[in-house]
Protein backbone atom coordinates (compact mmCIF):
# COMPACT_ATOMS: atom_id res chain seq x y z
CA UNK A 1 0.00 0.00 0.00
CA UNK A 2 1.54 3.90 -0.91
CA UNK A 3 2.28 5.64 1.80
CA UNK A 4 0.16 8.51 0.44
CA UNK A 5 -3.09 7.83 -2.08
CA UNK A 6 -5.09 10.22 -4.49
CA UNK A 7 -7.60 9.59 -6.55
CA UNK A 8 -6.25 10.93 -10.45
CA UNK A 9 -9.16 11.47 -11.55
CA UNK A 10 -9.30 13.75 -13.92
CA UNK A 11 -11.95 15.39 -12.39
CA UNK A 12 -14.43 16.57 -15.13
CA UNK A 13 -15.94 19.61 -13.22
CA UNK A 14 -18.81 22.50 -14.54
CA UNK A 15 -17.90 25.94 -13.44
CA UNK A 16 -19.83 27.14 -10.37
CA UNK A 17 -19.87 23.09 -8.98
CA UNK A 18 -18.78 22.20 -6.17
CA UNK A 19 -15.77 19.23 -5.82
CA UNK A 20 -13.86 17.39 -3.01
CA UNK A 21 -10.66 15.37 -2.98
CA UNK A 22 -9.38 13.04 -0.61
CA UNK A 23 -5.85 12.09 0.10
CA UNK A 24 -5.29 9.12 2.42
CA UNK A 25 -1.97 7.91 4.81
CA UNK A 26 -0.65 5.35 5.60
CA UNK A 27 1.68 6.17 8.99
CA UNK A 28 -0.48 7.59 12.08
CA UNK A 29 2.87 9.21 13.14
CA UNK A 30 2.27 11.71 10.61
CA UNK A 31 2.71 15.12 11.67
CA UNK A 32 1.95 17.53 9.14
CA UNK A 33 0.10 18.01 6.22
CA UNK A 34 -0.64 20.72 3.47
CA UNK A 35 -2.52 20.92 -0.10
CA UNK A 36 -0.85 21.77 -3.02
CA UNK A 37 -1.93 22.91 -6.36
CA UNK A 38 0.44 22.65 -9.77
CA UNK A 39 -0.41 24.16 -13.08
CA UNK A 40 0.90 22.01 -15.91
CA UNK A 41 4.68 22.79 -16.58
CA UNK A 42 4.93 24.63 -13.27
CA UNK A 43 6.28 23.98 -9.89
CA UNK A 44 3.75 22.58 -7.06
CA UNK A 45 2.45 25.96 -5.04
CA UNK A 46 1.17 25.78 -1.57
CA UNK A 47 -2.25 26.36 -1.59
CA UNK A 48 -3.39 25.68 2.18
CA UNK A 49 -1.77 24.01 5.06
CA UNK A 50 -4.38 21.43 6.86
CA UNK A 51 -5.42 22.16 10.52
CA UNK A 52 -6.56 19.11 12.91
CA UNK A 53 -9.40 21.80 13.48
CA UNK A 54 -10.06 22.14 9.67
CA UNK A 55 -9.44 25.50 7.89
CA UNK A 56 -11.01 27.53 4.97
CA UNK A 57 -9.58 30.18 2.86
CA UNK A 58 -11.95 31.74 0.68
CA UNK A 59 -13.71 28.92 -1.69
CA UNK A 60 -11.24 26.24 -0.42
CA UNK A 61 -12.08 24.33 2.84
CA UNK A 62 -9.44 21.58 4.13
CA UNK A 63 -10.11 19.06 6.68
CA UNK A 64 -7.84 16.11 8.42
CA UNK A 65 -9.45 12.95 10.00
CA UNK A 66 -6.78 11.30 11.72
CA UNK A 67 -8.72 8.62 13.11
CA UNK A 68 -9.48 7.28 9.70
CA UNK A 69 -5.98 8.87 8.52
CA UNK A 70 -7.23 11.28 5.43
CA UNK A 71 -7.40 14.82 4.58
CA UNK A 72 -9.90 16.06 1.98
CA UNK A 73 -10.19 19.46 -0.02
CA UNK A 74 -13.19 20.87 -1.04
CA UNK A 75 -13.89 23.96 -4.03
CA UNK A 76 -16.57 25.49 -3.27
CA UNK A 77 -17.67 27.68 -6.43
CA UNK A 78 -15.15 26.06 -9.28
CA UNK A 79 -13.54 28.52 -11.59
CA UNK A 80 -11.99 27.84 -14.71
CA UNK A 81 -8.96 29.04 -13.38
CA UNK A 82 -8.99 25.84 -10.76
CA UNK A 83 -8.06 23.27 -13.47
CA UNK A 84 -4.98 21.82 -12.10
CA UNK A 85 -3.24 19.06 -10.03
CA UNK A 86 -3.79 18.91 -6.64
CA UNK A 87 -0.85 17.59 -4.53
CA UNK A 88 -1.37 16.26 -0.74
CA UNK A 89 1.99 16.22 1.07
CA UNK A 90 2.36 14.66 4.55
CA UNK A 91 5.07 15.25 6.49
CA UNK A 92 6.34 12.56 9.02
CA UNK A 93 8.39 13.79 11.63
CA UNK A 94 11.96 11.57 11.84
CA UNK A 95 13.99 14.44 13.50
CA UNK A 96 13.25 16.61 10.51
CA UNK A 97 10.54 16.48 8.27
CA UNK A 98 10.05 13.96 5.77
CA UNK A 99 7.95 15.01 3.40
CA UNK A 100 5.62 12.50 1.19
CA UNK A 101 4.05 13.02 -1.96
CA UNK A 102 0.67 11.58 -3.04
CA UNK A 103 0.52 11.22 -6.93
CA UNK A 104 -2.08 14.24 -7.30
CA UNK A 105 -5.85 14.57 -8.69
CA UNK A 106 -6.53 16.26 -11.41
CA UNK A 107 -9.44 18.62 -11.82
CA UNK A 108 -10.87 20.37 -15.04
CA UNK A 109 -13.21 22.98 -14.67
CA UNK A 110 -14.85 23.24 -17.85
CA UNK A 111 -17.30 26.29 -18.91
CA UNK B 1 5.87 33.52 1.44
CA UNK B 2 9.76 32.19 1.53
CA UNK B 3 11.33 31.92 -2.21
CA UNK B 4 13.14 29.81 -3.15
CA UNK B 5 15.00 30.32 -6.65
CA UNK B 6 16.17 27.70 -8.81
CA UNK B 7 18.26 28.16 -12.03
CA UNK B 8 18.51 27.90 -15.24
CA UNK B 9 14.54 27.29 -15.85
CA UNK B 10 15.64 26.00 -19.10
CA UNK B 11 19.15 24.26 -20.28
CA UNK B 12 19.60 22.68 -23.97
CA UNK B 13 23.06 21.04 -24.12
CA UNK B 14 24.41 17.75 -26.46
CA UNK B 15 24.87 14.37 -25.18
CA UNK B 16 27.61 13.68 -23.11
CA UNK B 17 27.81 16.83 -21.51
CA UNK B 18 27.17 17.95 -17.83
CA UNK B 19 24.51 20.30 -16.91
CA UNK B 20 24.36 22.03 -13.07
CA UNK B 21 21.18 23.46 -11.71
CA UNK B 22 21.02 25.37 -8.83
CA UNK B 23 18.24 25.80 -6.06
CA UNK B 24 18.74 28.78 -3.39
CA UNK B 25 16.64 29.54 -0.27
CA UNK B 26 16.72 33.69 -0.38
CA UNK B 27 14.59 34.29 2.73
CA UNK B 28 15.58 31.54 5.02
CA UNK B 29 17.85 28.16 5.67
CA UNK B 30 16.76 25.24 4.25
CA UNK B 31 19.39 22.21 6.08
CA UNK B 32 16.53 19.52 3.75
CA UNK B 33 16.01 20.00 0.17
CA UNK B 34 14.82 17.74 -2.29
CA UNK B 35 15.26 17.29 -6.10
CA UNK B 36 12.30 15.74 -8.10
CA UNK B 37 12.00 14.96 -11.30
CA UNK B 38 9.15 15.34 -13.76
CA UNK B 39 8.07 13.83 -16.80
CA UNK B 40 4.59 14.67 -19.00
CA UNK B 41 1.66 14.41 -17.27
CA UNK B 42 3.14 12.40 -14.45
CA UNK B 43 3.71 12.47 -11.01
CA UNK B 44 7.00 14.36 -9.17
CA UNK B 45 9.61 11.71 -8.80
CA UNK B 46 12.11 12.27 -5.61
CA UNK B 47 15.46 12.08 -6.82
CA UNK B 48 17.46 12.86 -3.59
CA UNK B 49 17.20 14.51 0.02
CA UNK B 50 19.99 16.71 0.29
CA UNK B 51 21.41 17.66 3.55
CA UNK B 52 23.61 20.91 4.12
CA UNK B 53 26.67 19.57 5.62
CA UNK B 54 26.89 15.73 4.64
CA UNK B 55 26.42 13.35 1.28
CA UNK B 56 22.70 13.13 0.10
CA UNK B 57 20.52 10.36 0.33
CA UNK B 58 19.23 9.04 -2.75
CA UNK B 59 15.73 7.14 -3.50
CA UNK B 60 16.25 3.59 -4.98
CA UNK B 61 17.23 3.43 -8.76
CA UNK B 62 18.91 6.86 -8.74
CA UNK B 63 22.15 6.73 -9.79
CA UNK B 64 24.17 8.98 -7.29
CA UNK B 65 27.33 9.35 -9.85
CA UNK B 66 25.10 10.02 -12.74
CA UNK B 67 23.56 13.01 -10.29
CA UNK B 68 25.66 14.48 -8.31
CA UNK B 69 24.10 16.59 -5.18
CA UNK B 70 25.87 18.99 -3.18
CA UNK B 71 24.56 21.03 -0.23
CA UNK B 72 27.60 23.61 0.35
CA UNK B 73 24.91 25.88 1.98
CA UNK B 74 22.25 26.51 4.66
CA UNK B 75 20.67 28.34 1.29
CA UNK B 76 22.51 26.37 -0.93
CA UNK B 77 21.82 22.97 -3.20
CA UNK B 78 23.44 22.31 -6.51
CA UNK B 79 22.32 19.08 -8.72
CA UNK B 80 24.51 18.40 -11.57
CA UNK B 81 24.12 16.20 -14.04
CA UNK B 82 27.02 14.26 -15.51
CA UNK B 83 27.31 12.75 -18.57
CA UNK B 84 23.71 13.67 -20.29
CA UNK B 85 21.92 11.64 -22.08
CA UNK B 86 18.27 12.03 -24.31
CA UNK B 87 16.09 10.10 -21.59
CA UNK B 88 17.76 12.79 -18.98
CA UNK B 89 15.32 14.92 -20.48
CA UNK B 90 12.96 16.33 -18.05
CA UNK B 91 11.54 19.06 -16.00
CA UNK B 92 13.57 19.00 -12.81
CA UNK B 93 12.54 20.70 -9.61
CA UNK B 94 14.16 21.26 -6.14
CA UNK B 95 12.22 22.04 -2.71
CA UNK B 96 13.74 23.43 1.03
CA UNK B 97 11.90 22.54 3.70
CA UNK B 98 11.30 25.47 6.93
CA UNK B 99 12.04 23.90 9.87
CA UNK B 100 9.86 25.14 11.85
CA UNK B 101 6.30 24.03 9.88
CA UNK B 102 7.95 21.40 7.40
CA UNK B 103 6.29 23.23 4.78
CA UNK B 104 7.77 22.96 1.72
CA UNK B 105 8.94 25.77 -0.99
CA UNK B 106 9.50 24.97 -4.59
CA UNK B 107 11.93 25.80 -7.28
CA UNK B 108 10.46 27.18 -10.30
CA UNK B 109 11.83 23.70 -11.90
CA UNK B 110 14.82 23.68 -14.57
CA UNK B 111 13.44 21.81 -18.34
CA UNK B 112 16.37 19.98 -19.69
CA UNK B 113 16.46 18.85 -22.65
CA UNK B 114 19.35 16.76 -23.81
CA UNK B 115 19.70 16.62 -27.47
Known amino acids: RKEVEQDPGPFNVPEGATVAFNCTYSNSASQSFFWYRQDCRKEPKLLMSVYSSGNEDGRFTAQLNRASQYISLLIRDSKLSDSATYLCVVNLSGGSYIPTFGRGTSLIVHP | GAVVSQHPSRVICKSGTSVKIECRSLDFQATTMFWYRQFPKKSLMLMAT?????????EQGVEKDKFLINHASLTLSTLTVTSAHPEDSSFYIC???????????FGEGSRLTVL
Open chain 2, 95 to 105: SAQAGLTGELF
Open chain 2, 50 to 58: SNEGSKATY
